[in-house]
């Protein structure tokens, strides 16, 4: 009779822990789930991100180089870059005279080439390195409007951009957190799944 009792108990404590194991997966599964939904909605708001900054800069970085898109557009950057030219720091620093028709087009140039990066390319490290050119760019086109005192509509894109393209950086370093994360605990998962069953009968058979 005793045998047969502690037999039925611990029949009862291998129900329990296989009840507390049952709820304890279904809570990760909800976390993982939960998880997952963050993590989709932030890689959509990043693609957008990407391609809206990618067209904008490449649309911009056009306009710089060539009157194609508007001969308006193009010949007042061209007037602003005259007197951006000459108070560059690195250059006064330096003493060198920089053309503006050459510092405008380089400034366009990277525009281009880091809006298809980030519209286009996939590579995420591309991207990033992209993002803090441009980010450099704004940093400075910000420093250049303060030093020829522009008024606050003349600088208030840069600033704007500036914004969004830290935003993007924030949103894209969320992803790769939250992808180590995911990937960490997966790993920490995969070998206590299979031994969970086998350790409970052998620990109350003990």
């Not at 291998?14 to 993982?32: M, W």
């Not at 970085?61 to 194609?68: A, R, V």
């Not at 087009?105 to 880091?114: K, N, S, Y």
């Not at 180590?180 to 799944?193: F, L």
Request: aromatic fraction near 10%; proline fraction near 3%.
């Amino acid at each position: 009779e005793n045998q047969f009792s502690r037999q039925r108990c611990v029949n009862y404590l291998h129900f329990f822990f296989l009840t507390l194991e049952t709820r304890v997966v279904k809570a990760v599964e909800t976390d993982d789930c939960c998880a997952a939904k963050s993590l989709s909605m932030a890689s959509i708001v990043l693609k957008s991100l990407s391609v809206f900054l990618g067209l904008f800069f490449i649309f911009v970085g056009i306009m710089k180089i060539t009157p194609y898109i508007s001969r308006e557009l193009h010949k007042d950057l061209r007037q602003e870059y005259v007197k951006y030219a000459k108070i560059i720091p690195l250059a006064r620093w330096l003493d060198v005279k920089i053309p503006s028709k050459w510092y405008r087009r380089i400034v366009g140039g990277l525009e281009i080439v880091c809006g298809i990066a980030l519209t286009f390319i996939p590579h995420r490290r591309t991207k990033q390195l992209a993002n803090w050119i441009l980010l450099s760019l704004m940093i400075a086109a910000i420093s250049l409007h303060w030093a020829v005192d522009d008024k606050l509509e003349r600088s208030a894109p840069a600033l704007v951009f500036f914004f969004m393209l830290t935003c993007r950086l924030v949103v894209e370093w969320q992803i790769e957190r939250q992808d180590k994360a995911e990937a960490a605990k997966a790993s920490a998962k995969a070998p206590s799944v299979g031994s969970t069953h086998s350790n409970i009968p052998a620990k109350l058979a003990k």
